[in-house]
């Protein structure tokens, strides 16, 4: 084997300081990041680059779902980097056949498809869904059904099928053939679901729109609509799935089964990897050259997820993780308690939890965030009107009262004038 040369300018590598402000710089400004820049993270605790040290409860927007740096993610990871990285679709590898065995032996689906994002998971899955029914009944059957106010992604068409308003603005023209109808209404389901619908899709727990549960008999509902009318039905499980809610997967809490799901965020833990599961009958709409990705499924991601998803799917991690939300749940009722000027109610499912703002303090949930940071608290808003709360999934009971106190001490600081 020949020894493959250093670079010659590795002493500088990475040496050039870096600060917030950089951002404003060099960046597209599609962002609004915080001051403070993370530049090193363990479990839930995560430092900045002052040294300060923050609790975090975001975990990167329900992606750390192992918390920051696990383990044994990081040994399965740096073992990999040493074996092979990527070979591309011309091959396959052993990591993505393991990972796709497990993933459908783990859930209702037989066939997997390997992407990087949730928006691509998304996108896969609605282009399977026209392409199922384009097959199987005629290009009339195109129609996809989704709920106001859901998020499926940046990409043209699940930014569409998305169903805010606000993230289409000036992207014109959008892709056609898209309903959406308010979420958790059975009767507006029931009549928007025709015999042109191919899909209907939705968050089990809606988590960008507010952090909301969908009821079971609307699922169930949602199950019924769609067998009628002959079309799919899709679970968003971006945020929702890979253990957030107490089960593997939100639907299983349900017992209502999807068409088709998708997974994201935690499934990586931080490296970058989706998934669209289904079952054998409707995958086999897609042929060789009907879609693809370079990267999805390489052996990097494909190892990484391996090893979360056989961390997370097991009886005994799926109970810490209920025993740890009713710990937090009851934790924050007695906040907002304590808070009625501030909080009104506390709802999610699992660890996936939102504060809900009072009227009085309707559309500030960024003061809250900023409040929180100021005592070394990590939180996410979902909507103007909701702080929400996603932390790693192994968080303890200490990290619970730290994070309980940190946040009352941020409130604290907000009603009372300083
Ligand atoms: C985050 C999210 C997406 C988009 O995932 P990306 O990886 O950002 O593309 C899609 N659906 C849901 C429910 C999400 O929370």
């Given at each position: 084997m020949n020894a493959i040369p250093r670079p010659d300018n590795e002493a500088s590598f990475h040496a050039d300081p870096v600060s917030r402000q950089t951002f404003n710089e060099v960046m597209v400004p599609t962002y609004a990041p915080s001051d403070m820049v993370p530049v090193r993270a363990q479990g839930l605790d995560l430092w900045d680059q002052q040294g300060k040290q923050y609790l975090d409860l975001t975990a990167g927007i329900a992606v750390t779902g192992l918390g920051h740096s696990h383990p044994a993610v990081v040994e399965a990871l740096r073992a990999q980097a040493d074996k092979l990285w990527h070979v591309g679709n011309g091959y396959t590898n052993e990591p993505v056949l393991q990972l796709a065995r497990a993933l459908t032996e783990a859930t209702f689906a037989d066939r997997a498809f390997f992407c990087n994002s949730g928006a691509e998971a998304n996108e896969a899955a609605f282009k399977l869904a026209r392409k199922y029914a384009h097959t199987k009944f005629g290009p009339h059957k195109s129609r996809i059904v989704s709920c106001v106010n859901s998020f499926h992604g940046r990409t043209l068409f699940t930014v569409s099928i998305g169903g805010q308003p606000k993230y289409t603005e000036g992207f014109?023209?959008?892709?056609?053939?898209?309903?959406?109808?308010?979420?958790?209404?059975?009767?507006?389901?029931?009549?928007?679901?025709?015999?042109?619908?191919?899909?209907?899709?939705?968050?089990?727990?809606?988590?960008?729109?507010?952090?909301?549960?969908?009821?079971?008999?609307?699922?169930?509902?949602?199950?019924?609509?769609?067998?009628?009318?002959?079309?799919?039905?899709?679970?968003?499980?971006?945020?929702?799935?890979?253990?957030?809610?107490?089960?593997?997967?939100?639907?299983?809490?349900?017992?209502?089964?999807?068409?088709?799901?998708?997974?994201?965020?935690?499934?990586?833990?931080?490296?970058?990897?989706?998934?669209?599961?289904?079952?054998?009958?409707?995958?086999?709409?897609?042929?060789?050259?009907?879609?693809?990705?370079?990267?999805?499924?390489?052996?990097?991601?494909?190892?990484?997820?391996?090893r979360v998803l056989q961390i997370v799917n097991t009886p005994a991690f799926l109970a810490r993780v209920n025993q740890a939300a009713e710990l937090l749940v009851g934790k924050l009722n007695g906040v907002v308690r304590d808070y009625p000027q501030i909080f009104s109610l506390v709802r999610g499912s699992g660890l996936m939890l939102g504060m809900v703002l009072a009227d009085s303090y309707r559309g500030k949930a960024k003061d809250i965030i900023k409040a929180a940071e100021a005592q070394g608290l990590m939180v996410l808003i979902a909507g103007p009107d909701v702080v929400r709360l996603l932390p790693a999934l192994v968080i303890s009971d200490a990290q619970i009262d730290e994070g309980i106190a940190r946040m009352r001490a941020a409130l604290d600081a907000l009603v009372t004038p300083q």
């Open positions: 014109e023209p959008l892709p056609e053939q898209l309903s959406h109808v308010p979420f958790n209404d059975i009767e507006a389901a029931r009549a928007a679901i025709d015999d042109d619908v191919c899909a209907v899709v939705v968050e089990p727990v809606q988590g960008e729109g507010g952090v909301l549960p969908a009821d079971p008999a609307y699922l169930k509902a949602l199950r019924e609509f769609c067998d009628a009318r002959g079309a799919l039905l899709i679970f968003d499980e971006v945020q929702c799935g890979m253990g957030r809610t107490g089960k593997l997967f939100a639907y299983m809490g349900y017992d209502v089964t999807p068409d088709i799901l998708t997974s994201a965020k935690a499934l990586g833990n931080g490296y970058p990897v989706a998934a669209m599961l289904t079952t054998e009958s409707i995958a086999a709409a897609f042929s060789v050259g009907s879609h693809g990705t370079t990267y999805g499924g390489n052996p990097l991601a494909a190892t990484v997820a391996l």
